[in-house]
């Protein structure tokens, strides 16, 4: 395995994570004891993209298990509604958080010994998080063959190990591409506000010598035009029934810009990120984040004091301009609305 990355594991009864927000310049860990640490680190972007949040959240319902003090299935799980409560505040838009809760609940769900509820929580939130690995690899392996010799690819926001488990989606498909043509190319978008594109596609790319160039949102346009871009493949943070897609902020554009040039566009993302119960992408609840991170860069102020501002953190980019949505399940096209309700009931 290529992929040098560990975004979040058990370490004895704590969980650590890379801290994303301090990245690239520093390699920090942060340990979480307590449910509302990892949620207070959901909120803050120490850990960030969908499936690593979902593995979080399972984390951090195991951790509100252990802290527990229940002795009672009663008791315990009065605390564990509340930790799944405030888990699910967190953050809106990603929809394996609620996906990694279910999972969760149908375990603490039912009657049983407290002890044996907090060993299968902890238990459960590993197997999620090697089962998010492996989705990943299949995901690599199905959508490699898509990409021409030599793919010159755009990717958006971070869709790499550190917002997974391991190994990444969209990054995933680019590392997998990689190993069998290392003559592509990757254009990552720089991603404002928070960056996520120079940040930390570029670092976990270099990392491993696949060749990246950073550019900034605004001159994609530029490079599609000059045909210097053959593929786009993106993550995602919430796939309707009819594959709308919402993805970071600028995913939208970038769709729009593909399909104007006659370009391909893949979604990676795995079933956990499916929502079925959304008809069209319009009932996406969508993010918006604090406004200093659009009048800073760091601690860097660049807009005047006072001044209004908007931060939706995900855009919804419609069906019609996605070529295919890959899943571990393997490479889905139009109608979604068909080959989208076979994955799950396959699952
Ligand atoms: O705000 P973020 O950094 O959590 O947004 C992340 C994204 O938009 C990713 O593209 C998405 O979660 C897929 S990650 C495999």
Known sequence: MSYTVKTIEWRG?????????VLPLLEEYI??????????SIRKMVIRGAPAIGVATAMGIALAAMQSSATSYEELKKDLEAASKGLFATRPTAYNLGWALQQQQEIWGQPGDPDDIRAALKKRSQEILEEDIAMCMAMGEHAAPLFPPGARILTHCNAGALATAGYGTALGVIRSVFQRDPTIHVFAD????????????AWELQKEGIPCSIITDNMS????????????????DRIAANGDVANKIGTYTVSVLAREHG???YVAAPTSTVDLSLADGSRIPIEEREICEVTHIGDHQVAPDGIA???????????????????????????????????????
């Open 190 to 201: 720089e991603t404002r506000p928070f960056l996520q594109g120079a940040r930390l596609t």
């Open 263 to 265: 370009v391909p566009f």
């Open 309 to 347: 501002v908007r931060n939706p953190a995900f855009d919804v980019t419609p069906h019609q301009n996605v070529t295919a949505i890959i899943t571990e399940a393997g490479v889905h096209r139009e109608p979604y609305i068909e080959s989208l309700a076979g994955i799950k009931k396959g699952k």
């Open 31 to 40: 340990h979480h004891a307590t449910w509302q640490e990892v949620g207070d």
């Open 221 to 236: 346009g530029y490079f599609f035009k000059k045909g210097e871009i053959d593929a786009v493949v993106v993550g995602s």
């Open 13 to 21: 009864d704590e969980v650590v994570m890379i801290d994303q927000r």
